[in-house]
């Protein structure tokens, strides 16, 4: 089973659409979870955090189920500047992290 | 708002040559990571560095690749002797006290022919 896993997509939605993302891992013993974004050809950009509180950052809703070992991304309100691949990351205690393939997102206008 | 910066952003070279890839942190972070990524590919983890020293590194970071922080604000990878698999997207990354939440430098894309 691979460590991180994602739908690779390419999820296809209207501007002003809300769209989910799912990820799930495979190693409980994962300290720290994140949401990057890339755009083609560029760096990973920390988009935010996840913590099992769940957390919202405007349009952005992330939440943690570490019992199911279970991470998603909720983008409301869909802009064309949300284009991009969303990558589910894992954190471990050394700095080490762990990519997903990540979920490619297209927008329309 | 400070960056990570990394030159050059392509650099080509033969099989079998040396390369060095070259980054500047932002300047008040401790902890400095290489990353790759193969065209078409996750992003994979290299090194990680701190205090001096390789923290830890993963398979791929094998006898062919050191990195160096010879001064105190850059932080190179150096690859001794290319092959044409080495072909990829070096990403530089540096973090604070938090040193899970990484910033990822531009990137340099290194051709191997």
């Known amino acids: 089973r691979k460590e991180v896993e994602q739908d690779p997509g390419p999820f296809n939605v209207p501007e002003g659409a809300t769209v989910a993302f799912n990820c799930t891992y495979s190693n409980s013993a994962s300290q720290s979870f994140f949401w990057y974004r890339q755009d083609c050809r560029k760096e990973p950009k920390l988009l935010m955090s996840v913590y099992s509180s769940g957390n919202e950052d405007g349009r952005f809703t992330a939440q943690l189920n570490r019992a199911s070992q279970y991470i998603s991304l909720l983008i409301r309100d869909s802009k064309l500047s949300d284009s991009a691949t969303y990558l589910c990351?894992?954190?471990?205690?050394?700095?080490?992290?762990?990519f997903g393939k990540g979920t490619k997102l297209s927008v329309k206008p | 708002e400070p960056e990570v910066t990394q030159t050059p952003s392509h650099q080509v070279t033969q099989m079998g040559q040396e390369v060095i890839l070259r980054c500047v942190p932002i300047s008040n972070h401790l902890y400095f990571y290489w990353y790759r990524q193969i065209l078409g590919q996750k992003v994979e983890f290299l090194v990680s560095?701190?205090?001096?020293?390789?923290?830890?590194k993963s398979e791929i970071f094998d006898d062919q690749f050191s990195v160096e922080r010879p001064d105190g604000s850059n932080f190179t990878l150096k690859i001794r002797s290319t092959k044409l698999e080495d072909s990829a997207m070096y990403f530089c990354?540096?973090?604070?006290?938090?040193?899970?939440?990484?910033?990822f430098g531009p990137g340099t894309r290194l051709t191997v022919l």
């Open positions: 990354a540096s973090s604070g006290d938090s040193h899970n939440e990484q910033f």
């Open positions: 560095f701190y205090n001096n020293e390789i923290s830890e």
């Open positions: 990351v894992l954190g471990r205690g050394q700095g080490n992290l762990i």
